[in-house]
């Protein structure tokens, strides 16, 4: 295996070895209390695996014999860390479950294939023997789309697709790379980049999420502005289904029909197990530049991403704070810092010049060639003063790209706490988004207070944009909130319904770049419509008839 997985947490963000300061800071969490209007925090330590008793495996002798026949002994594998690892992903809602000890949805075996011809062989074994299959790249979807249900099933075997890593070609004339779809972010930049290129995707979990849930999933990266999402770098895939090889795309363009790749794209494990895939690549940038920006409000902030799209800037990342995220990363930044002179002067500056409590920061990110970069942030920064902002220098965009992977590890040390932090995001066309905006937060607030475990308590709810398009763009919605210890899940449920809900009615997407899975089936059918959630089933029924394939995702039953 390419991997590790016993480095890396099975109940929590990122490596075991990893120890996060903010754990320690005292005074942060002080301030945290008070901004949830909380007295005090507790200590919610999670579970070790240790303590946890894991239902013994249902895989019958027989199907635990094929499996082995088709791989090995040693990549068929039923011991407790490979099991709870593979329980479930790493959204809030998992991890209230994995940190609980609820390890019911564990698989009951984990396999590890090493060809596309062993995933064939694999699907057939399991259609033979009735035993539900969840493919799984890095385990670190946020929707409960690798979630172990077994559902009608006698058994689940988690197919994990990590020991598919390799790189099968650099076509550097055509800009292509075809890749086995098991890869990590980190791998598959190092090949690439070796080479003098680059795929550019990079999500905030890049570090522990793979090639094929990237196009499971239909991510974006923080560049995909330039680099675009994973529909506009695929060019084709294989794709090993219960009924043969689905070849998919492979052509710069072709009017040949509706092209299969979309089949495949956001697909989520329920049509087939993505083996190969080619992307197409780009020059490793020479230049890298992000800088920060402030503007007196959200609006002007919009204003100024709608105006650069349509004025074709072409930018890598504009990455704008709504006034609580500004002001939430900023109090933070401070904490335990003593005031000087010179911040006192910076504070009476900027409220002189109109930048008050609804001042929103921007990050604004340009790769590329090295003069075209400097042009293209010369025209965005024309553009933002003309938007009223004030151009903060590079400083802050430095730290942001520092820290980019960074924010998730936050988590752990919160849930340690007894505070929640889960994060949701959507789109919709420019005319909706204000509405969306302003409807979205304001029901997560409600519900938030709603369900808090004492009166007064509430959560902090803040947004940026970080997607855009000429017709519309992303919000992404971060809620810090007491938890309710004795109804965890009932809470978690409240909230996302209510946020759900007000997308749905607001004209968003149930999903932007996170996906489906369990957590947002109930809107799937109000946003695709019945003849739409038909067309996806009729898929299913012909590339995967005994529909073993990630049983619960994606399709409504
Ligand atoms: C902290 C954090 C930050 C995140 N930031 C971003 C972000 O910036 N952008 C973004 O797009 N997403 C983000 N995500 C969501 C998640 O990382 C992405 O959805 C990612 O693409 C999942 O990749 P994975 O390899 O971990 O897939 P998994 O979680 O293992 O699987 C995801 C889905 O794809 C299926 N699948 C996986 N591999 C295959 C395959 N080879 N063939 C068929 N189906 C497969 C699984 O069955 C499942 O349905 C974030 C998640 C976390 C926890």
């Given amino acids: ?117 062993e995933v064939l062989a694999t699907l057939a074994a399991a259609g033979e023997g009735g035993v539900a299959v969840v493919p799984y790249g890095g385990g670190t979807s946020v929707v409960g789309g690798v979630t172990g249900g077994h559902g009608r099933f006698k058994s689940v075997v988690a197919l994990d697709l990590s020991a598919m890593d390799r790189v099968i070609d650099i076509d550097a004339q055509s800009m292509t790379a075809t890749v086995e779809a098991g890869i990590y972010g980190p791998a598959l930049e190092k090949a ?56 998919t795309g492979g052509f710069p363009a072709s009017s040949a029909g509706p092209r299969l790749n979309d089949l495949v794209l956001g697909s989520e494990g329920v049509f087939g197990v993505v083996t190969e895939a080619t992307v197409r690549l780009h020059p490793l940038p020479t230049a890298s ?63 002189n010049r109109g930048f008050d409590e609804k ?20 025209r965005f920064d024309v553009l933002a003063k003309k938007h009223g902002a004030l151009a903060l220098g590079e400083g802050q965009g430095k730290r942001w790209k520092e820290g980019r992977f960074h924010g998730p590890y936050m988590r752990d040390p919160m849930m340690d706490r007894g505070v929640g932090v889960d994060t949701l995001e959507t789109a919709a066309s420019w005319s909706k988004l204000d509405g969306l905006y302003i409807a979205v937060r304001d029901a ?16 902090v709810v803040s947004c940026h944009i970080s997607h855009s398009y000429p017709d519309g763009a992303s919000l992404y919605f971060t809620y810090i909130f007491p938890r309710m210890l004795d109804g965890e899940i009932a809470q978690w449920r409240a909230i996302k319904k209510a946020a759900s809900d007000a997308i749905i009615a607001n004209g968003g997407t149930i999903s932007h770049h996170h996906g489906v899975g369990e957590d947002h089936l109930p809107w799937m059918a109000a946003e695709k419509g019945s003849l739409g959630i038909d067309i996806l089933r009729a898929v299913k029924m012909a590339l995967d008839p005994k529909g073993i394939l990630n049983p619960g995702k994606l399709i409504p039953d």
């Fill in 1 to 117: 295996m390419s991997i590790d997985h016993s480095k890396i947490r099975w109940n929590g963000w990122g490596w075991t070895a990893h120890k996060d300061q903010l754990a320690e800071d005292e005074a942060m969490w002080t301030w945290l209390a008070g901004e949830l209007g909380m007295p005090a925090l507790l200590a919610t330590p999670a579970r070790p695996l240790e303590s946890v008793t894991l239902a013994p495996s249902r895989l019958t002798v027989e199907d635990r014999v094929r499996f082995i026949e088709i791989l090995g002994a040693e990549r068929v594998r039923g011991d407790q860390y490979e099991r709870a690892f593979h329980a479930r992903g790493r959204s809030y809602h998992d991890l209230i479950c994995l940190r609980s000890g609820d390890l019911s949805t564990a698989p009951d075996a984990v396999l590890y294939p090493r060809s596309t011809d």
């Fill in 192 to 247: 690439l980049q070796a080479k003098g290129l680059t795929l550019g995707h990079h999500p905030q979990s890049f570090e522990f999420s793979t090639l094929g849930g990237w196009i499971a999933h239909r991510g974006a990266g923080q560049g995909s502005n330039r680099y675009g999402r994973a529909e506009d770098w695929l060019v084709g895939t294989k794709v090993a289904t219960p009924r043969g090889v689905l070849h």
């Fill in 289 to 351: 530049d992000y800088y920060g920006y402030l503007f007196k409000d959200f609006a002007s902030g919009i204003a100024a991403i709608r105006a650069a799209a349509r004025e074709e800037i072409p930018v890598t990342m504009l990455r704008l704070s709504d006034p609580m995220e500004t002001k939430f990363y900023r109090a933070f930044g401070s904490l335990g810092k003593k005031r000087t002179l010179r911040d006192r002067f910076a504070q009476f500056y900027l409220t």
């Fill in 359 to 378: 001042a929103c920061a921007m990050i604004a990110g340009f790769e590329g060639e090295t003069t075209t970069v400097v042009d293209e942030r010369l």
């Fill in 444 to 459: 997560l607030e409600s519900a938030i207070r709603e369900n808090a475990p004492r009166a007064g308590a509430h959560g």
